[in-house]
C-alpha cells in the first residue's frame, strides 16, 4: 500500500499541474508508520460514527473526537485517502487487450489475503459457500443486484467460510457475465456456480469437510464430484435443476411430511413445512428429528435440513459484523471501498484467530478492535499504547 501509494501520487503530479494553492501541492511521501496510522483511523470510523469524513476532526463542538486530530491532520488524512491505490496503474492491460484483469487495482491485496487466509487457520469440518454483496452504487462494469441482500446494488464476493465461526477461508470477487473461469481440475459438466464451488473450494478437497451452499449452487453433478473426493455436500435444491427425479417433485405432502429418493450416495428429500423444501445431501441419511419450539407443540424434520439450517450461515454472520463496525465510505472509486472491505475482513478474521488460540475469557469483537486500532495509532511509541487488564487474555 505505501508503495504503491506513493508511486501513484508521482504519477498523477507528474501529468497533473496544479494550482499553486491546491491540497495536493502539500503531498509528501507517506511511509509503513503513517499508513499504519492511516488504517488505524479508518477502522476507528467504523466503531465512531459521525455525519462527515471533516466531523471526525471537529474540536469546536461536545461531540469532537481528539484522538483524530492528535493522530493526524485532517488534510493529510485526505491526502492518503485521495492516492490511496494498491497497484501499480502503468502495468494495467488495457481493456480491449487479451489478459485484461478487472481487478487490477487490487490484485496484489486480494492475492495477499486469499494467500494468507488459507494459512493461518484451519476450520473445522463444517463449512459453508455463499455470495455478499459490499454496497456500490457507482458505474462499474461488474456492479450486481440482488434484491434479498441489505446492500441490493454493488460488488458481489464469494465466500467459503466456517459455518460455525464465519473465519473467511478464501473468496473470490464477481468479475462479470463474460469473465473466464476454469479451476483446475473441475469436472467438464459443471455449470458456472458449479465452478465457482470447484474454485474455492479445491484447496481442501479429499481432507472429510461437508460443506453446505444453497440452490444457487446446488447440484447432482456437483455433488456427486465432492463425494468422490471425500467432500460430502448437503444444500437446497431447485425443483427444476436437471436430474432431479420427477416422482420427488411431483409428490404431494401435508403438512410435516417428508418423501426422500436415494440412489446411492445422493439422498434427495421433499419436506413440506410452511412450502415445499427439496433437499440433496450426501452427508445424512433419511433421520427425522424432533424440533421443541416455545409456546407451540414440537414438529418433526429431516436431520438435514435441521443442519443445514445451522450450518449455512457462516457468510452471514461474519457479514452481520462487518455491516454492524463498517469503516467503508461513499465514494466513486470502488476499489478503495474494496480495499478497505478487504482489510476489514483480514480483521474480522484475526479475531477468529485470537479466540482459537487463546484459553480463558474473550473478548468481544468490539472490545478486540479497541485492542488492535491503538497499536496502529501508536505503532513506534510503545509508550502510549493502553495495556490490557490481565483477564482479557489476548494473544
Known sequence: MVLYTNLYAEQYLTHNPLPRYARAQAWHPTDIAEMKKFLGLTLAMGLIKANSLESYWDTTTVLSIPVFSATMPRNRYQLLLRFLHFNNNATAVPPDVPGHDRLHKLRP???????????????????????????????????????????????????????????????????????????????????????????????????GYHLYVDNFYTSIPLFTALYCLDTPACGTINRTRKGLPRDLVSKKLNRGEVYALRNDELLAINYYDTKNVFMLTTIHDESVTVVQRVGRPPKTKPLCCREYSRYMGGVDRTDQLQHYYNATRKTKAWYKKVGIYLIQMALRNSYVVYKAAVPGRKLSYYKYQLQIIPALLFSGVEETVPEMPPSDNVA
Do not use: H
Request: proline residues 6%.
Open 109 to 207: 491485496l486480494i492475492n495477499s489475503l486469499s494467500e494468507r487466509c488459507g494459512e493461518v487457520y484451519t476450520p473445522s469440518q463444517n463449512i459453508c459457500i455463499d455470495e455478499s454483496l459490499l454496497l456500490f452504487k457507482g458505474r462499474i462494469a461488474f456492479r450486481q443486484y440482488i434484491p434479498s441482500k441489505r446492500a441490493r446494488y454493488g460488488i458481489k464476493f464469494y465466500k467459503l467460510c466456517e459455518s460455525i465461526s464465519g473465519y473467511t477461508s478464501y473468496f473470490m470477487i464477481y468479475e462479470g457475465k463474460d469473465s473466464k473461469l476454469d479451476p483446475p481440475g473441475c469436472p467438464l459438466d459443471l455449470t458456472v456456480s458449479g465452478k465457482i464451488v470447484w474454485e474455492l473450494i479445491s484447496p481442501l478437497l479429499g481432507q
